[in-house]
T-cell receptor, first 112, second 115 residues
Framework: DQQVKQNSPSLSVQEGRISILNCDYT??????FLWYKKYPAEGPTFLIS?????DKNEDGRFTVFLNKSAKHLSLHIVPSQPGDSAVYFC???????????FGKGTKLSVKP | DAGVIQSPRHEVTEMGQEVTLRCKPI?????LFWYRQTMMRGLELLIY????????DSGMPEDRFSAKMPNASFSTLKIQPSEPRDSAVYFC?????????????FGSGTRLTVV
């Protein structure tokens, strides 16, 4: 059973517009959530995180929103740039999980 | 810092052969993780170490897989004998403790092909 789900395998957005990537989780004991970005032939790189005691964290063009009651988080990228084209992974940890559990990723394409 | 270093970057081997993947974590990081990425299952944890001690190996597929961390600067993942279904990208990652604030730092991965 997947504890972290990213239901959209891909997303295409025009340069300058907002990209919204979504993630759902099932384990209410998760207390930290992270987003990673991955380019081809490279390892995932950490992008932004949020603690379960917050509902929003912002870092430049990237903002993560957490809705604990819905067990849902989202990553907003504004404005989107062609260099943002990559696979984005949502990950969570907490409870009995001493390690990060990853979703399967969403491939974002930002078109010029 | 050179980051997490994995070797080799690519490995092609015949079914039944032994394969050894290597990882050098970031100096000062005390947790090390081995993940496997496949199309079907995404990124799945195989095993993780804290202070060189294996903490959770429940993700190791079967006895053909083994991992060691003899010291804080080196870890290996061994598959013996290898099978075609082991073909995947294997990532090593390291972090300070849980890594909740800054996440894990991943290596570039080893792409394993078993023919």
């Amino acid at each position: 059973d997947q504890q972290v789900k990213q239901n959209s395998p891909s997303l295409s957005v025009q340069e300058g517009r907002i990209s919204i990537l979504n993630c759902d989780y099932t384990n209410s004991m998760f207390d930290y959530f992270l987003w990673y970005k991955k380019y081809p032939a490279e390892g995932p790189t950490f992008l932004i995180s949020i603690s379960s005691i917050k509902d929003k964290n912002e870092d430049g063009r990237f903002t993560v929103f957490l809705n604990k009651s819905a067990k849902h988080l989202s990553l907003h990228i504004v404005p989107s740039q062609p260099g943002d084209s990559a696979v984005y992974f949502c990950a969570a940890m907490g409870g009995s999980q001493g390690n990060l559990i990853f979703g399967k990723g969403t491939k974002l394409s930002v078109k010029p | 810092d050179a980051g997490v270093i994995q070797s080799p970057r690519h490995e092609v081997t015949e079914m039944g052969q032994e394969v050894t993947l290597r990882c050098k974590p970031i100096s000062g990081h005390n947790s090390l993780f081995w993940y496997r990425q496949t199309m079907m299952r995404g990124l799945e944890l195989l095993i993780y170490f804290n202070n060189n001690v294996p903490i959770d190996d429940s993700g190791m597929p079967e006895d053909r897989f083994s991992a060691k961390m003899p010291n804080a600067s080196f870890s290996t993942l061994k598959i013996q004998p290898s099978e075609p279904r082991d073909s995947a990208v294997y990532f090593c990652a390291s972090s300070v403790d849980r890594g909740q604030n800054y996440g894990y730092t991943f290596g570039s991965g080893t792409r394993l092909t078993v023919v």
